[in-house]
């Protein structure tokens, strides 16, 4: 079945520090990549789409120049917390959707724990 | 029982009992809805999935029943087993050809042996 990966798992970074988190679509190629955040306790929240080879679409209230998304191939997006600050502590979790699979399904990553301190 | 905490309603069984899982989604435009099971630090994992011209589909275990007259979705698993334990979402498609989902609040499900 459709597998996707993220690294790190889990990060611990200093206030004012950039953190790349990876996403990647193991054995099916991704032209659409979506990056959620979540609280603890609460549901997923979209915060971009992202396209193989174009620029990303983001949600409304969500700052590109913060959170750079970077889908340089049809495998591989990355997601870039920029000068972090504790509010940004998450869970971070990627989805890609196979173009040859149905209707809107996506395969979800494991997620990212990120820890701004 | 059910009860609804500060941001994620909850749902107790016991093992073996059926369970149901309501969601009430918000766009009557919504095509096309999934559940998603996530248990604790993991990401979802798809469960079952229905088009807007179904009002039913069974899986294994599970079913998912939509009334778009009141836009109502449920998941019903049979026989619940303690390793159904987790938050259950259900996601609704956002329309256009982006193929972005919104997610609902979410159901803590915990299953007593």
């Known amino acids: 079945g459709a597998v996707v990966s993220q690294h790190p798992s889990w990060v611990i970074c200093k206030s004012g520090t950039s953190v790349k988190i990876e996403c990647r679509s193991l054995?099916?190629?991704?032209?659409?990549m979506f990056w959620y955040r979540q609280f603890p306790k609460q549901s997923l929240m979209l915060m971009a789409t992202?396209?193989?080879?174009?620029?990303?679409?983001?949600e409304q209230g969500v700052e590109k120049d913060k959170f750079l998304i970077n889908h340089a191939s049809l495998t591989l997006s990355t997601l870039t917390v920029t000068s972090a600050h504790p509010e940004d502590s998450s869970f971070y979790i990627c989805s890609a959707r196979d173009p040859t699979a149905a209707y809107y399904e996506q395969y979800f990553g494991p997620g990212t724990r990120l820890t701004v301190t | 029982g059910e009860s609804v905490g500060l941001h994620l309603p909850t749902l107790s069984v016991q093992e073996g009992d059926n369970s149901i899982i309501n969601c009430a989604y918000s766009n009557s435009a919504s095509d096309y809805f999934i559940w998603y099971k996530q248990e604790s630090g993991k990401g979802p994992q798809f469960i079952i999935d229905i088009r807007s011209n179904m009002d039913k589909r069974q899986g294994q275990r599970v079913t998912v029943l939509l009334n778009k007259t009141v836009k109502h979705l449920s998941l019903q698993i049979a026989a619940t087993q303690p390793g159904d334990s987790a938050v259950y979402f259900c996601a609704e498609n956002s329309g256009g050809s982006n193929y972005k989902l919104t997610f609902g609040k979410g159901t803590l499900l915990t299953v007593n042996p």
């Open positions: 054995d099916f190629q991704a032209t659409t």
């Open positions: 992202s396209n193989e080879g174009s620029k990303a679409t983001y």
